[in-house]
């Protein structure tokens, strides 16, 4: 998995976390950039875990210290009931900060590049209502038992994706074999099917406006870790 898996997962568990502050969203909040940075947009349009979500990826040569000290001054006075931010260290080299504004949770999410600089994410969410977690993977084929652990979806022009770490107890040939079955009874053509060593399967399908692609991965004799890239292409 990429060093930027991680990021999905903490929007969504921070969020999650700070929902009962029973914050009042008013105007969008400005989710500042570092010193110096170069920002791109990786998505506007983004539902990380059931979580509205702009993303952008950013760049700078200020270090990693340089970053949590610009952080430190931008947000350390606390607004209100609301906390000032909160510094994280989760799956290292990844450093997490967190900031609760006007109903808007800001996530920054930080690792040292290897030119002494600094690279990582930047996550505007608008936090959700309520205090029960959206359901997750709605309407994909699983095995009993399986859980959807991260789902994120994205609108970019001229189609719509999905993409899913799924996961379960039941070993990988098991899986092939019901997801093999599952998408032939449904219409799907399938144009890869193939075993990586043994612990590894990959599946490429498609069906009209429909792509998927799915890598399995036998995860230690404890069962099988799936990702899945769904995408739908508009009608033109």
């Known amino acids: 998995m990429s060093k930027s898996a991680p990021f999905w997962s903490v929007v969504a568990a921070v969020a999650w976390l700070n929902i009962g502050l029973g914050t009042v969203a008013a105007k969008m909040p400005e989710l500042p950039a570092p010193n110096d940075a170069s920002v791109t947009l990786v998505g506007s349009n983004m539902r990380?875990?059931?979580?509205?979500?702009?993303?952008?990826?950013?760049t700078t040569k200020d270090s990693i210290e340089d970053v949590l000290q610009f952080y430190?001054?931008?947000?350390?006075?606390?607004?209100?009931?609301?906390?000032?931010?909160?510094?994280?260290?989760?799956?290292?080299p990844w450093t997490v900060i967190s900031r609760i504004e006007?109903?808007?949770?800001?996530?920054?999410?930080?690792?040292?590049?290897?030119?002494?600089?600094?690279?990582?994410?930047?996550?505007?969410?608008?936090?959700?209502?309520?205090?029960?977690?959206?359901?997750?993977?709605?309407?994909?084929?699983?095995?009993?038992?399986?859980?959807?652990?991260?789902?994120?979806?994205?609108?970019?022009?001229?189609?719509?994706g999905r993409t899913m770490l799924l996961g379960n107890k039941h070993?990988?040939?098991?899986?092939?074999?019901?997801?093999?079955?599952?998408?032939?009874?449904?219409?799907?053509?399938?144009d890869m099917d193939r075993s990586v060593g043994g612990v590894t399967h990959v599946l490429a399908l498609r069906k009209g406006r429909k792509t998927l692609n799915m890598v399995l991965t036998e995860v230690d004799k404890a069962g099988t870790k799936i990702i899945v890239n769904e995408v739908t292409h508009d009608i033109l």
């Not at 990380?48 to 950013?58: C, D, M, Y």
């Not at 600089?117 to 997750?136: C, D, E, Q, T, V």
């Open 48 to 58: 990380i875990n059931g979580i509205n979500s702009t993303v952008q990826r950013f």
């Open 72 to 92: 430190h001054d931008e947000w350390s006075t606390p607004r209100g009931d609301e906390p000032g931010y909160t510094v994280t260290n989760v799956n290292p």
């Open 102 to 160: 006007d109903g808007f949770l800001m996530t920054v999410q930080v690792q040292p590049a290897s030119n002494g600089g600094s690279a990582g994410f930047l996550s505007l969410s608008r936090l959700p209502k309520g205090n029960r977690p959206p359901k997750l993977g709605e309407d994909f084929p699983t095995m009993r038992g399986s859980h959807t652990l991260n789902e994120v979806l994205s609108k970019d022009p001229g189609q719509s």
């Open 171 to 190: 070993d990988i040939q098991s899986n092939v074999a019901f997801y093999r079955g599952r998408f032939k009874n449904d219409g799907w053509a399938f």
